[in-house]
Structures are given as structure tokens and as C-alpha cells.
């Protein structure tokens, strides 16, 4: 049973502690027993070691064979040339290494520096390593929180936790338990290690430490993921075994050939057959092959794909499925407004993103603030909002503060609504526990007013009228209401209200006591983050290429489903079939989970755990997978992907230290490319093998057909 599921009262009782904290003797003993509160060091490979492995390759044995050879006869140009090659492939090789260990040490430096924890009945400052189970820690705006949390007390605590699980908004937080099978992103009443506190205060126990808190299970799956060698490095492991057996029984058959048939010398045979084997042997190859990479390399950053390893330039072209992140990568991560319902007429709204380019339409028309029922609506949702946006220098619009109410004021700009003129005299700040924010003020005409937002529900039940151009104030139609709510909500959209109530002339002061009856109801909104357009084109140009896109993503089902249909990555036929969530996976045997990985391709709510095991399956199936992500959670199955790929501006720097390649503008629209120039770089690959081949084949067939048919070998 977890943490989270238990009541406060059972987690102190298990951890023989009390809301008092311990005390400073209490906590010493702990800490001896527990050891500090940080993740453990994985010990690395010596120099010598790492160098070693860069020649752990057939290929590379039969060049360092040919380079001896070589030397023998001395032929020093050649014997340089090949050590030449060898030598500057291990120096790319050792490089590259240490991805894991570097992404490993990017986790660590998440991690909180210090805790304000109750010790000895008062509160203390104090390094995070010290904290112990059972410490009382207090958490405040703007703390990263130290250890994994239960929490005993909240004040619209809101905690943002996107490293962990990709969720772009801050989650609500809260003492109340929750379901024992609930993922990670619904375990409101935990707060996790590493995470960073959005608003508000709270109280919480420490339950885990170092590498028992769920990042630290995060950096235990990173060191214990297998790395898949590349298609590339198992073609060429393959073909270099083939062709040392075919040198090895070609050379054998041919020196007892010219010894027994044709009575040549021992001595002449043997350096004929040394010679035969250096001239098959194609020592340009590795240099070919990287010169050929790193070409490719180059043209990719110029597509915004940084790569950190050179295969992976040549996996890329061999992706049969991308599993991509929703968040950022299929979305702009800017939340917009797309729907608004008034009680005459239900809206569209054009444009994504807070650049305020697009149009409020009723019935396909465009329409203006001339209609009172807009007016009133997005008034209230631009004046009871503390964000701002705004044009930077570049052109570019910027938005500060929360980014629903981002959404919310973008939607007042491409209306006109211009709010700088109303005065705030009091306010009700939004807190968890209420779902709602108010102002009192004055408008630019002098009208004293209350302009309320928040969950509709909250609204809904505070309210006794709603605002209508025909009628003025009407009774609520409190049915009407939920059926448009329930229209928004199904089609994945965060839904928002808005009310308002004409105060006294000469009241000063906002409670929430005021806003307990009595409010006019004025319409809600529908709220979603984007699709951007140009991903919406490469999810279309990947299936006629014949790579599948899958979604994974940590966001609720609801949401998954209609950015998917949306992107088409999925059809309407399936309906809410096609997502499988967290919990279904978790059900499923490794068998089951063949099936899902190859039927389904949107998967909702997902852990760490879940997308490590979905890659696996694909694999398994013969697939060669690209991953995306930009949060610690994607870091291990980056790792285990046959080609992992980071977000290079809102990725943490674990998830970039843990990828082969790295989105310089987080947009998927540059994987499809990359994948494009992958696949053109293959084929040149493939082209100059051929090219050398031949010739290398060409000069060991002129010394085999000479002793073969017993004329004088072709050697100076």
C-alpha cells in the first residue's frame, strides 16, 4: 500500500512519527540508519577501461590484424593509415561515452539544496541530505521540494511537476488520500522530489530519501536500462564476421592450393595469402563510414537536430515508430481558448498560442464586442486575471503569469478588449479550496462592479441568474449549463467560468462571503494547449513513409484523445477505445502488452515504468523506435529507444545528457525531418559500401586467381 492511498494518521504511525517532527537525537539515529538524503554515486569505468571498449569490435580486430600485417611486410603507409583509423574511431567512441553517467549527474543537480524541517519542536534550516523519514517538512512558493513528501497540511498549494511526469500545469495539492492504484500525475497528496512549488504553503512527512523518492527510482532504471547496439553497428558487426571467416577459409584454401597443386614455396605461398587477406580487407571503410556520419551530422543541425552520436544519424533513417510526448512537441505548450458558450450562442475562436492572431466566429462569421453577451464574458475573464501579455522586441508575444489566465487575456486582445482602465480595489485570490478568483473595482465608465472566474461548478452554485442579450437577467438554467460544459469537457478542453454581481456604491472590501448567492452567470470558455500545425503535416508526411506515431503522454485520457484526433494520429471510428491508460498498462502481461504497443498508439497517464516497457515491446517486434521527451521521467526509455530524442529548450538537462539527438526548437515537425535526412544518408551509406567493396574485393582476386591458376604472383 502506498503512501499516497494512506490517511496522515496511518503514514505517522508507520513512520513513528508525529506532525511535532523529531527530535535533533531522533534524527541523527535516522540518518545512520537511512544515510543521507541523496542520490548514490555510480562508481565509473577506469580510463583504461573505457578505452579498451572502443576497440571491443570484429571489425576493428580485423583492421588491427591488417595493421600487424602490414608492418611485417612493411608497408608502413598502409600500417599507419589503418592505425590512423582505428585510433581516431576509438577518440569519437570514448567521447560519445558516459551518456548515462552524465545524465545520471544532470538528475542530481535537480535536487533541493537545503529544507526548512521541525526539529525539536521548532523550525530549522537545514542541507536536504540531512533529511530523514519522519522529518516535518514546510514547503513554500518557489521551493523545490527536498524529499518525497505526504502531506499533512495544504494552503492552495500548487505544485508543478512536469519533470516528472510531462503535465505541463501545476498540479493542486492537498492532504486528502487518493486511490492506491492512482499514477504519479494523481497522487495529489504527495509531493515528489524535485518538483518546484508553484504557490502556496503546506506541511508534509518525509516518506523517501535519496533513492528510495521517485526520481531516485528515475536514476536506478537509468543505470540498470540495456543500451540497444544501433541497426548500423549490428549490420557491421554481422558483416565483419562474415567476411573475417570468408578471408580465414578463402586465404587457407588458397596457400594449400599453391603449396599442393602447384608446389609453390611455403615462404611465397604464405605472403601470398597475408597479401590476400590485407587486399579483402577494406580498411577505408570505418573512415568512410565516418566521414559519411558526420556529414550527415552537419545537414541535421541545419534541420534543428543536434546529434550527440554519430549512428544515430544512420538509426534515424531506420525508425520504423516514433513515440513522441504531447506536451511541447505535438502542442505549442501555449494554452488557447477555443470554445465560448454565452446563453445566446456558442463561439469558435481562431488561432493558437498567445501571438493574438485570429478571430472570435457565431456560425462561421466573425463578430465583435458589439454583441453585450461577448462584452460581458470577456470582461470579467480579463479584468479577474493577473497575467499579462505582451509584444517583445522580436516580435514575438510573450505572456507572465499563469497560462490559463494567459489563454484568457490572448482572447481579450483578438477581441479589443483593452482592461488597463479599471481600478482594483479588493480582490478574492484563487485558492484550491474555493476554485474561483474575484476582483471589486471600478470601470473606465465609473461603474462599480465584481467580475468573478473560476470552475464552473463553483460558479454554477453561487449563481441565481445569468446574463442573456434578449432578457437581460433570466433564471439559471442550470441543465443548459452542464450540457454545454459536458460538450467542452469531452472534446479534451479545460473548461473556465465567469459571473459578476453589481456591489454597493460605496463598498471597499471583497470577501468570499459576498459571493455566496446572488451571481450573474455569464458563460464559460474551452480552454486546450494547441496542436501546432506544422506537427499536424509531419504526423501525415511520417505515414506515408511508412513510420507509425504513437503518443505517450502523462496528460489525462480525455485530453490525449483530442489532440490525437485532432493530429489524426488516431480516426473517430475507434472513439475513446483508442486511448489505453496508465492503470490498463499496468494490468497488462508482457503478452497482452505485445498487442497494445502494436494497436494502440495513444497511451494516457503513463509512468516511467509504462513507457520504458512500451519501447521494449515495440522492440521486441522487430520495430526500431525513436523516442521523444523533455522531462527526467523520459530519460530511461530515452536511453533504451534505438534513438532517443531530447527537447533542447524546455528538455531538463538529464533527458539531453540521455539522447542521441537534441531538438534545438522542441518541434516535432524537425524529427520528421531528421528522419528524412537520416534515410539520405543511409542510402549514401549504402552507396559508398558498395563503391569500396567491390574495390578491395577486386585487388584480393587478382593475388587468388594468380595462385589459383598458377601463374607467377602478382607481388613486387
Same mark, same amino acid.
Given at each position: 500500500?502506498?503512501?499516497?492511498?494512506?490517511?496522515?494518521?496511518? #503514514?505517522?504511525?508507520?513512520?513513528?512519527?508525529?506532525?511535532?517532527?523529531?527530535?535533533?537525537?531522533?534524527?541523527?539515529? &535516522?540518518?545512520?540508519?537511512?544515510?543521507?538524503?541523496?542520490?548514490?554515486? @555510480?562508481?565509473?569505468?577506469?580510463?583504461?577501461? &573505457?578505452?579498451?571498449?572502443?576497440?571491443?569490435?570484429?571489425?576493428?580486430?580485423?583492421?588491427?590484424?591488417?595493421?600487424?600485417?602490414?608492418?611485417?611486410?612493411?608497408?608502413?603507409?598502409?600500417?599507419?593509415?589503418?592505425?590512423?583509423?582505428?585510433?581516431?574511431? +576509438?577518440?569519437?567512441?570514448?567521447?560519445?561515452?558516459?551518456?548515462?553517467?552524465?545524465?545520471?549527474?544532470?538528475? &542530481?543537480?535537480?535536487?533541493?539544496?537545503?529544507?526548512?524541517?521541525?526539529? !525539536?519542536?521548532?523550525?530549522?534550516?537545514?542541507?536536504?541530505?540531512?533529511?530523514?523519514?519522519?522529518?516535518?517538512?514546510?514547503?513554500?512558493?518557489?521551493?523545490?521540494?527536498? @524529499?518525497? *513528501?505526504?502531506?499533512? +497540511?495544504?494552503?492552495?498549494?500548487?505544485?508543478?511537476?512536469?519533470?516528472?511526469?510531462?503535465?505541463?500545469?501545476?498540479?493542486?495539492?492537498?492532504?486528502?488520500? #487518493?486511490?492506491?492504484?492512482?499514477?504519479?500525475?494523481?497522487?495529489?497528496?504527495?509531493?515528489?522530489?524535485?518538483?518546484?512549488?508553484?504557490?502556496?504553503?503546506?506541511?508534509?512527512?518525509?516518506?523517501?530519501?535519496?533513492?528510495?523518492?521517485?526520481?531516485?527510482?528515475?536514476?536506478?532504471?537509468?543505470?540498470?536500462?540495456?543500451?540497444?547496439?544501433?541497426?548500423?553497428?549490428?549490420?557491421?558487426?554481422?558483416?565483419?564476421?562474415?567476411?573475417?571467416?570468408?578471408?580465414?577459409?578463402?586465404?587457407?584454401?588458397?596457400?594449400?592450393?599453391?603449396?599442393?597443386?602447384?608446389?609453390?614455396?611455403?615462404?611465397?605461398?604464405?605472403?601470398?595469402?597475408? /597479401?590476400?587477406?590485407?587486399?579483402?580487407?577494406?580498411?577505408?571503410?570505418?573512415?568512410?563510414?565516418?566521414?559519411?556520419?558526420?556529414?550527415?551530422?552537419?545537414?541535421?543541425?541545419?534541420?534543428? +537536430?543536434?546529434?550527440?552520436?554519430?549512428?544515430?544519424?544512420?538509426?534515424?533513417?531506420?525508425?520504423?515508430?516514433?513515440?513522441?510526448?504531447?506536451?511541447?512537441?505535438?502542442?505549442?505548450?501555449?494554452?488557447?481558448?477555443?470554445?465560448?458558450?454565452?446563453?445566446?450562442?456558442?463561439?469558435?475562436? /481562431?488561432?493558437?498560442?498567445?501571438?493574438?492572431?485570429?478571430?472570435?466566429?457565431?456560425?462561421?462569421?466573425?463578430?465583435?464586442?458589439?454583441?453585450?453577451?461577448?462584452?460581458?464574458?470577456?470582461?470579467?475573464?480579463?479584468?479577474?486575471?493577473?497575467?499579462?501579455?505582451?509584444? $517583445?522586441?522580436?516580435?514575438?508575444?510573450?505572456?507572465?503569469?499563469?497560462?490559463?489566465?494567459? @489563454?484568457?487575456?490572448?482572447?481579450?486582445?483578438?477581441?479589443?478588449?483593452?482592461?488597463?482602465?479599471?481600478?482594483?480595489?479588493?480582490?478574492?485570490?484563487?485558492?484550491?479550496?474555493?476554485?474561483?478568483?474575484?476582483?471589486?473595482?471600478?470601470?473606465?465608465?465609473?461603474?462599480?462592479?465584481?467580475?468573478?472566474?473560476?470552475?464552473?461548478?463553483?460558479?454554477?452554485?453561487?449563481? /441565481?441568474?445569468?446574463?442573456?442579450?434578449?432578457? $437581460?437577467?433570466? +433564471?439559471? !438554467?442550470? @441543465?443548459?449549463?452542464?450540457?454545454?460544459?459536458?460538450?467542452?469537457?469531452?472534446? $479534451?478542453?479545460?473548461?473556465?467560468?465567469?459571473?459578476?454581481?453589481?456591489?454597493?456604491?460605496?463598498?471597499?472590501?471583497?470577501?468570499?462571503?459576498?459571493?455566496?448567492?446572488?451571481?450573474?452567470?455569464?458563460?464559460?470558455?474551452?480552454?486546450?494547449d494547441p496542436p501546432r500545425p506544422e506537427a499536424i503535416e509531419s504526423i501525415?508526411?511520417? &505515414?506515408?513513409?511508412?513510420?507509425?506515431?504513437?503518443?505517450?503522454?502523462? !496528460?489525462?485520457?480525455?485530453?490525449?484523445?483530442?489532440?490525437?484526433?485532432?493530429?489524426?494520429?488516431? /480516426?473517430?471510428?475507434?472513439?475513446?477505445?483508442?486511448?489505453?491508460?496508465?492503470?490498463?498498462?499496468?494490468?497488462?502481461?508482457?503478452e497482452e502488452l505485445h498487442a497494445i504497443a502494436r494497436d494502440y498508439s495513444?497511451?494516457?497517464?503513463?509512468?516511467?515504468?509504462?513507457?520504458?516497457?512500451?519501447?521494449?515491446?515495440?522492440?521486441?517486434?522487430?520495430?526500431?523506435?525513436?523516442?521523444?521527451?523533455?522531462?527526467?521521467?523520459?530519460?530511461?526509455?530515452?536511453?533504451?529507444?534505438?534513438?532517443?530524442?531530447?527537447?533542447?529548450?524546455?528538455?531538463?538537462?538529464?533527458?539531453?545528457?540521455?539522447?542521441?539527438?537534441?531538438?534545438?526548437?522542441?518541434?516535432?515537425?524537425?524529427?520528421?525531418?531528421?528522419?528524412?535526412?537520416?534515410?539520405?544518408?543511409?542510402?549514401?551509406?549504402?552507396?559508398?559500401? *558498395?563503391?569500396?567493396?567491390?574495390?578491395?574485393?577486386?585487388?584480393?582476386?587478382?593475388?587468388?586467381?594468380?595462385?589459383?591458376?598458377?601463374?607467377?604472383?602478382?607481388?613486387?
Amino acid at each position: 500500500m502506498g503512501e499516497h492511498s494512506r490517511t496522515v494518521e496511518e #503514514v505517522l504511525e508507520r513512520l513513528n512519527a508525529d506532525k511535532g517532527g523529531l527530535t535533533t537525537a531522533e534524527a541523527r539515529r &535516522r540518518l545512520a540508519t537511512e544515510g543521507p538524503n541523496r542520490l548514490p554515486d @555510480a562508481r565509473p569505468d577506469s580510463l583504461i577501461k &573505457r578505452i579498451a571498449k572502443q576497440f571491443n569490435d570484429i571489425l576493428i580486430y580485423v583492421l588491427l590484424v591488417a595493421a600487424v600485417v602490414t608492418a611485417v611486410l612493411q608497408h608502413w603507409i598502409d600500417s599507419g593509415v589503418i592505425l590512423g583509423v582505428v585510433v581516431i574511431n +576509438a577518440a569519437i567512441g570514448l567521447v560519445q561515452e558516459g551518456k548515462a553517467e552524465a545524465a545520471l549527474e544532470g538528475i &542530481r543537480k535537480m535536487l533541493s539544496l537545503d529544507a526548512q524541517v521541525r526539529r !525539536d519542536g521548532r523550525w530549522v534550516t537545514i542541507a536536504a541530505e540531512e533529511l530523514v523519514p519522519g522529518d516535518v517538512v514546510r514547503l513554500r512558493s518557489g521551493d523545490r521540494v527536498p @524529499a518525497d *513528501l505526504r502531506l499533512l +497540511a495544504t494552503t492552495n498549494l500548487q505544485v508543478e511537476e512536469s519533470a516528472l511526469t510531462g503535465e505541463s500545469l501545476p498540479v493542486e495539492k492537498g492532504p486528502d488520500s #487518493v486511490d492506491e492504484d492512482a499514477g504519479v500525475g494523481d497522487r495529489t497528496s504527495m509531493a515528489f522530489s524535485s518538483s518546484l512549488v508553484t504557490s502556496g504553503r503546506g506541511v508534509g512527512v518525509v516518506v523517501g530519501t535519496g533513492a528510495n523518492t521517485e526520481i531516485g527510482r528515475i536514476n536506478t532504471m537509468i543505470s540498470e536500462v540495456e543500451t540497444l547496439a544501433t541497426p548500423l553497428t549490428k549490420a557491421m558487426n554481422r558483416f565483419g564476421a562474415q567476411l573475417s571467416i570468408a578471408i580465414g577459409v578463402l586465404a587457407a584454401a588458397m596457400f594449400a592450393i599453391g603449396l599442393i597443386v602447384h608446389g609453390n614455396p611455403p615462404g611465397d605461398m604464405m605472403i601470398a595469402s597475408i /597479401s590476400f587477406a590485407v587486399a579483402a580487407i577494406p580498411e577505408g571503410l570505418p573512415a568512410i563510414m565516418t566521414i559519411t556520419l558526420a556529414i550527415g551530422v552537419q545537414r541535421m543541425a541545419k534541420r534543428n +537536430a543536434i546529434t550527440r552520436r554519430l549512428t544515430s544519424v544512420e538509426t534515424l533513417g531506420s525508425v520504423t515508430v516514433i513515440c513522441s510526448d504531447k506536451t511541447g512537441t505535438l502542442t505549442k505548450n501555449e494554452m488557447t481558448v477555443r470554445a465560448i458558450a454565452t446563453a445566446d450562442g456558442t463561439y469558435t475562436v /481562431s488561432g493558437t498560442g498567445y501571438q493574438p492572431d485570429g478571430q472570435v466566429l457565431l456560425d462561421d462569421a466573425p463578430v465583435t464586442l458589439d454583441r453585450p453577451d461577448l462584452l460581458a464574458l470577456v470582461e470579467a475573464l480579463a479584468v479577474a486575471n493577473d497575467a499579462e501579455v505582451s509584444e $517583445g522586441e522580436d516580435g514575438q508575444w510573450v505572456m507572465i503569469g499563469e497560462p490559463t489566465e494567459g @489563454a484568457l487575456q490572448t482572447l481579450a486582445v483578438k477581441c479589443g478588449f483593452d482592461c488597463s482602465e479599471y481600478d482594483r480595489v479588493d480582490e478574492v485570490p484563487f485558492e484550491s479550496e474555493h476554485k474561483l478568483m474575484a476582483t471589486l473595482g471600478q470601470s473606465p465608465d465609473g461603474r462599480p462592479l465584481v467580475l468573478v472566474k473560476g470552475a464552473p461548478d463553483r460558479l454554477l452554485k453561487r449563481s /441565481s441568474t445569468q446574463h442573456s442579450i434578449q432578457d $437581460g437577467e433570466s +433564471a439559471l !438554467d442550470h @441543465a443548459w449549463w452542464e450540457e454545454r460544459i459536458a460538450e467542452m469537457t469531452v472534446h $479534451g478542453l479545460r473548461v473556465l467560468a465567469a459571473a459578476r454581481y453589481a456591489p454597493h456604491e460605496n463598498q471597499r472590501s471583497l470577501s468570499l462571503d459576498d459571493l455566496d448567492d446572488g451571481l450573474v452567470f455569464l458563460g464559460v470558455v474551452g480552454i486546450v494547449d494547441p496542436p501546432r500545425p506544422e506537427a499536424i503535416e509531419s504526423i501525415a508526411a511520417c &505515414r506515408r513513409a511508412g513510420i507509425a506515431v504513437k503518443m505517450i503522454t502523462g !496528460d489525462h485520457p480525455a485530453t490525449a484523445l483530442a489532440i490525437a484526433l485532432e493530429m489524426d494520429i488516431v /480516426s473517430n471510428e475507434r472513439g475513446d477505445d483508442a486511448v489505453m491508460s496508465g492503470v490498463e498498462l499496468e494490468a497488462a502481461t508482457d503478452e497482452e502488452l505485445h498487442a497494445i504497443a502494436r494497436d494502440y498508439s495513444v497511451f494516457a497517464r503513463t509512468s516511467p515504468e509504462h513507457k520504458l516497457r512500451l519501447v521494449k515491446a515495440l522492440q521486441s517486434a522487430g520495430e526500431v523506435v525513436a523516442m521523444t521527451g523533455d522531462g527526467v521521467n523520459d530519460a530511461p526509455t530515452l536511453k533504451r529507444a534505438d534513438v532517443g530524442v531530447a527537447m533542447g529548450i524546455k528538455g531538463t538537462e538529464a533527458t539531453k545528457e540521455a539522447a542521441e539527438i537534441v531538438l534545438a526548437d522542441d518541434n516535432f515537425a524537425s524529427i520528421e525531418r531528421a528522419v528524412e535526412e537520416g534515410r539520405t544518408i543511409y542510402d549514401n551509406l549504402r552507396k559508398a559500401i *558498395l563503391f569500396i567493396l567491390p574495390t578491395n574485393g577486386a585487388e584480393a582476386l587478382v593475388i587468388m586467381f594468380a595462385v589459383v591458376a598458377g601463374f607467377a604472383l602478382p607481388l613486387t
